[in-house]
Structure formats: structure tokens, C-alpha cells
């Protein structure tokens, strides 16, 4: 019961922090994902959810960095995410065929939590590039 608290905690930690961040456009909030360990069900969800908020946050930060750049900056910058969403892919790729079991879950939770890291390490690169406040 403890461990599916915290992991609760924490997901709910993580969509107060980006609301937060993305209303006052607040210093930037690293979210901790330890989905790994909880239970399968309660780690499915955190790193399903864990993408999802990572996902958003990155999103919001690219429209407003987007809009006011000129043809050429937009350009620039869609080639820069472009080269990063295939790296970001490359790295927490996950692909299987065949019957689940266990640990084929747990690695999809583990591509999950990658992909929300590596999403999160982009936005944070993001706002200190684009010098968001």
C-alpha cells in the first residue's frame, strides 16, 4: 500500500509541477519517474502517465518557443526535433512480438519511463536555450 501511495504521489506531484510551471511559467521542475518498482498495474499506469505529462510539457514549451521565430528559426528548430524525437526513439525503442508475460510488461514501463526522461531532458533544454522564465 505504501509503494502504490508514493507512486501516486508522484505522478500527482508531476501534473501539479507542469500545470505550475506551464501557468507561471515557473523555473524549470525535474519530475523523478520510479515506476519500475511499484506493482505491475500501478508501474503500467505511472509510466503510461509519466509520458503523457512529459509529453504535454514539451509540447506546450515548443509552441510558445515556435510561434515567434521566423521561417528560417522554425525551420531550424523542426530540424533539431526532428534529429532529437529519432534519438529519443532509437534509445527508448521498444518493440516485441509474441506472447506478454512479466518482464516483457516491465520493459514496456522501462521504454515508457525512457521516453518521459529523455522528453523531459529535451524541454529543460529547451527553456534554458530559449532562455523561458
Same mark, same amino acid.
Not at 508522484?10 to 510551471?21: D, Q
Not at 515506476?35 to 499506469?45: G, I, K, R, S, T
Not at 516485441?96 to 533544454?125: F, L
Given at each position: 500500500?505504501?509503494?502504490?501511495?508514493?507512486?501516486?504521489?508522484?505522478?500527482?506531484?508531476?501534473?501539479? =509541477?507542469?500545470?505550475?510551471?506551464?501557468?507561471?511559467?515557473?523555473?524549470?521542475?525535474?519530475?523523478?519517474?520510479? @515506476?519500475?518498482?511499484?506493482?505491475?498495474?500501478?508501474?503500467?499506469? @505511472?509510466?503510461?502517465?509519466?509520458?503523457?505529462?512529459?509529453?504535454?510539457?514539451?509540447?506546450?514549451?515548443? =509552441?510558445?518557443?515556435?510561434?515567434?521565430?521566423?521561417?528560417?528559426?522554425?525551420?531550424?528548430?523542426?530540424?533539431?526535433?526532428?534529429?532529437?524525437? #529519432?534519438?529519443?526513439?532509437?534509445?527508448?525503442?521498444?518493440?516485441?512480438?509474441?506472447?506478454?508475460?512479466? =518482464?516483457?510488461?516491465?520493459?514496456?514501463?522501462?521504454?515508457?519511463?525512457?521516453?518521459?526522461?529523455? =522528453?523531459?531532458?529535451?524541454?529543460?533544454?529547451?527553456?534554458? #536555450?530559449?532562455?523561458?522564465?
Amino acid at each position: 500500500m505504501k509503494l502504490r501511495t508514493h507512486v501516486v504521489t508522484i505522478v500527482g506531484v508531476a501534473v501539479l =509541477s507542469i500545470s505550475t510551471m506551464l501557468s507561471a511559467q515557473a523555473a524549470f521542475i525535474e519530475n523523478e519517474y520510479v @515506476c519500475e518498482d511499484a506493482y505491475m498495474e500501478v508501474a503500467y499506469d @505511472c509510466g503510461n502517465n509519466a509520458v503523457i505529462v512529459e509529453k504535454n510539457r514539451l509540447n506546450k514549451i515548443y =509552441s510558445n518557443i515556435y510561434r515567434p521565430l521566423n521561417n528560417t528559426q522554425k525551420a531550424q528548430l523542426d530540424k533539431e526535433q526532428r534529429a532529437w524525437l #529519432k534519438a529519443r526513439n532509437d534509445k527508448c525503442a521498444f518493440e516485441y512480438e509474441g506472447p506478454m508475460n512479466n =518482464s516483457i510488461v516491465y520493459a514496456q514501463i522501462g521504454a515508457n519511463v525512457c521516453t518521459a526522461i529523455e =522528453s523531459q531532458k529535451r524541454s529543460k533544454v529547451l527553456v534554458k #536555450k530559449y532562455n523561458i522564465q
